[in-house]
């Protein structure tokens, strides 16, 4: 009995139970999941997963211990290196703004890292090598190989995306890996920091075999701070996870446009994951006719919503996990769009702003950078922020910089250049260029190849060298007036780059990278020389010792014997000359 009591007694001491300690925690962090499918104009889909876990705790502080929804390795990981925010980004393909449209959020070919520092980190540099280390390890990617030859300090292009006190630029690290290989081994880290892994909710879907039998792929992680509520007196923190990928069912062989969640993923949704708050499934069902529908949705959705996405008015069919009438009939939700009539192909929407980006010139001394950005909005004229990162072996010319707009020199408003050091650090030149409406702007800038040591080549020099995108924001007008909406109750998709005002949205996009032949040595003349060199040591080397060491004999030459005898005798007669 007095055991027991002193058990009881034990028990009261030290606090609440699980139980109770989880429904304490239970309104301080949250997690969110949703994936946007949108039919393309070339026929093609996107999919779009996001998830989103917010966390009302303070990470600086380092006094956090109990992690539930929030992974804990980057939340040890934005503790100890103090990091305000966090933008990685490993991509498979390109994404083609001229034919697929605006993208909910883009990111370059290859592994894109940018990051904010909080003002209390005194050795950026030191931290940035150590945060990139440390991602490389957990998404096995090759995020060690980022230095300061590929690391840039860009002083207006990347604004931090949430809640910020200062933007003192010398605490952000921008860098892109353009050849950077996204495999299996990439996703399998980044479905385990999710709160049910790949077991259950929108995360069954990904499956790396058909994700990766796609024309593009890209996933993400983003951490910043919010605002708590509308207030403002106090943060939390917040983590999305991004995936978007988009299938070509032309290729695949099917022929048809029609689609399906079993066609795109072979997999349906069965389950919801327990620890989601949220859990939709939203289908751009907007037609470009407002006569004619062109789309068709079954099984019926939940609900209809409509929102102002990037300037457009858009209608989307909502599927809501967590409506116990969803899974009525069947376990299984199999959401399948199909077409009422064929899509004419010749009136694909042109995007507001995109460009494009090639290589000019010929040889392998010089070159041209040329980059073509569009404006084609009616009426409206808009400023775009231009990023160019050009590695060190490119010498970049910047007296041979022109910008020409309807064939009149345009000058850029503000540009800011720092140049390159050799084996230290790459170009780095930034530009504040004014789109007059409906026009093309070309931007040239010439360049001389270097000549690399024999030991910076890697193993297939042939292949070329990769330049990473251009980057470009801007503040593109919007056709539609759009409203202010509440962040926690407006799709995640719309969230993530909120508008300044009703009359814009904010747009960032990349152009192709760039594959850049450098002059190569012929790497086949060591093996010809090794080859010769032998030959000729084993040909001299070899009869020089035979005749120093080899000892030479005169035999006597011998009468023969009695068969020989004989053979002679019978050659005689027969007139032969002896043997």
Not at 493 to 502: A, M
Request: with cysteine; charged share 20%; hydrophobic share 40%.
């Amino acid at each position: 009995m007095a055991a027991a009591l002193l058990l009881l007694l034990l028990l009261a001491a030290a606090g609440p139970g699980p139980g109770r300690a989880d429904a304490g925690r239970e309104r301080r962090d949250a997690l969110r999941e949703e994936l946007l499918l949108s039919p393309l104009p070339t026929g093609d889909v996107a999919a779009t997963f996001q998830f989103r876990t917010r966390w009302d705790a303070d990470l600086q502080r380092g006094a956090v211990s109990h992690y539930r929804l929030f992974p804990k390795a980057l939340g040890r990981l934005v503790a100890a290196l103090g990091v305000r925010e966090l933008h990685l980004a490993l991509t498979q393909g390109f994404w083609r703004t001229r034919y697929w449209g605006q993208p909910p959020l883009q990111a370059p070919a290859g592994a894109e890292l940018w990051v904010w520092f909080q003002p209390t980190v005194t050795d950026v540099d030191k931290a940035w090598k150590e945060l990139s280390n440390i991602l490389s390890g957990i998404f096995c990617a090759s995020l060690n190989f980022i230095d300061s030859t590929n690391t840039v300090i860009p002083t207006a292009s990347f604004k931090p995306l949430g809640l910020a006190n200062g933007t003192d630029h010398h605490l952000l690290r921008y860098a892109v890996l353009p050849r950077e290989v996204v495999c299996t081994e990439n996703l399998t880290p980044w479905k385990k920091l999710l709160p049910c892994g790949s077991k259950a909710g929108l995360a069954v879907l990904l499956k790396a075999e058909r994700l990766f039998h796609s024309s593009y792929h890209s996933q993400a992680v983003h951490i910043r701070p919010i605002c708590r509520d509308a207030s403002c007196l106090a943060l939390s923190w917040e983590l999305r996870q991004t995936l978007t990928v988009v299938f070509d069912f032309f290729s695949s062989g099917q022929g048809k446009k029609d689609w399906s969640l079993f066609k795109m993923f072979s997999r349906t949704l069965t389950d919801t994951c327990p620890l989601a708050s949220q859990s939709k499934v939203y289908v751009d069902i907007s037609p470009k006719n407002k006569e004619k529908e062109l789309l068709e949705v079954s099984p019926p959705p939940t609900s209809v919503h409509e929102a102002i996405v990037q300037g457009d008015r858009r209608t989307y069919a909502v599927y809501d996990l967590l409506s116990p009438s969803l899974f009525n009939t069947s376990r299984s939700l199999n959401v399948q769009l199909k077409w009422k009539r064929p899509q004419d192909s010749s009136e694909m929407p042109i995007p507001t702003l995109h460009a494009q980006r090639y290589v000019g010139g010929y040889g392998l001394q010089t070159g041209e950078i040329c980059t073509l950005i569009y404006n084609t909005h009616p009426y409206r004229a808009f400023p775009v922020i231009l990023l160019e990162t050009v590695p060190w072996y490119l010498r970049l010319y910047v007296h041979t910089l022109t910008i020409i707009t309807k064939g009149k020199e345009n000058k850029p408003s503000y540009i800011h250049y720092q140049p390159a050091q050799d084996r230290s650090r790459p170009h780095l030149l930034e530009m504040l260029i004014q789109l007059p409406a409906n026009s093309v702007t070309k931007i040239t800038i010439q360049f001389e190849r270097a000549l690399l040591k024999w030991t910076e080549y890697p193993p297939d020099p042939n292949h070329g060298f990769y330049v990473g995108s251009s980057v470009l924001s801007a503040l593109v007008p919007s056709v539609t007036a759009m409203k202010d909406m509440d962040v926690e109750q407006s799709p995640l998709f719309t969230s993530l780059f909120p508008s300044s005002d009703g009359s814009s949205y904010f747009v960032r996009l990349y152009t192709e990278p760039l594959l850049v032949n450098l002059p190569t040595p012929d790497f086949s003349m060591p093996y010809n020389v090794i080859c010769l060199t032998c030959t000729v040591v084993a040909v001299c080397y070899g009869s020089f010792y035979n005749l120093l060491t080899r000892t030479f004999h005169v035999e006597e030459p011998s009468r023969g014997g009695v068969a020989k005898r004989l053979a002679n005798v019978i050659r005689k007669f027969r007139g032969v000359p002896p043997l």
